[in-house]
């Protein structure tokens, strides 16, 4: 059984049924009936509220436990979300398939990490948009969740190299919030927000 596996096999929702505040506060960015890629989607928390606000969501995640979980969730919600398993080192999506490709605490190590956000970014069409919230090397000083791997959080500067030439920068940020996305996520946080536009 896999990390994910087991960590999303105890019974709950490791990081709650609510979506992430970032991606509810920057979802107006989206086009109407969007479709949507969530990568890392886990217990479905993400996919299943865009998918009630009338998007068509496609959520991939390493874990079966997890993609389970995440479509008990939307049959709760009485909305559709397509599944798939993947594991992003070497998953190529559709190119100019989607309308959005949304990251939430996608932690990927260093020697995949900017080859799978390229291939990530490049499923975009013309004007769409990939959204991204992941913790900041400095959340090693916090305990509200996240690798502690330094290796493995982002800094703007990391992001802003990975789609360098690929997306054009439309937020960047990084500091200070607290956290409540279940018992995964509790407390304050350093986190970096990136948000890119296919153009």
Not at 9 to 30: C, D, E, H, I, M
Not at 76 to 88: A, I, K, N, P, S
Not at 115 to 120: E, G, I, K, V
Request: proline share 6%.
């Amino acid at each position: 059984m896999n990390f994910w596996d087991q960590n999303f096999s105890v019974p709950g929702y490791k990081y709650g049924t609510s979506a992430n505040a970032f991606l509810v506060a920057q979802a107006y960015r989206l086009p109407a009936a969007a479709d949507v890629l969530v990568p890392g989607d886990g217990e479905g928390r993400n996919g299943v509220w865009l998918a009630q606000q009338g998007h068509r969501v496609t959520s991939v995640d390493v874990s079966a436990v997890g993609l389970q979980k995440a479509q008990a969730l939307a049959a709760q919600r009485g909305v559709t979300l397509r599944t798939e398993l993947v594991d992003l080192a070497d998953w190529v999506p559709i190119p100019c398939s989607v309308d959005a490709v949304v990251l939430t605490f996608v932690h990927l190590p260093p020697a995949i990490r900017r080859a799978a956000h390229r291939r990530l970014a490049a499923a975009l069409r013309p004007g769409g948009v990939l959204l991204l919230e992941a913790f900041h090397p400095s959340q090693l000083k916090h305990s509200s969740g996240g690798p502690k791997a330094p290796e493995m959080l982002y800094t703007l500067q990391t992001l802003q190299e990975d789609f360098a030439g690929v997306l054009t920068e439309v937020l960047g940020w990084e500091g200070e919030v607290t956290l409540d996305e279940g018992p995964g996520h509790q407390g304050l946080a350093h986190v970096t927000r990136w948000i890119g536009r296919q153009d």
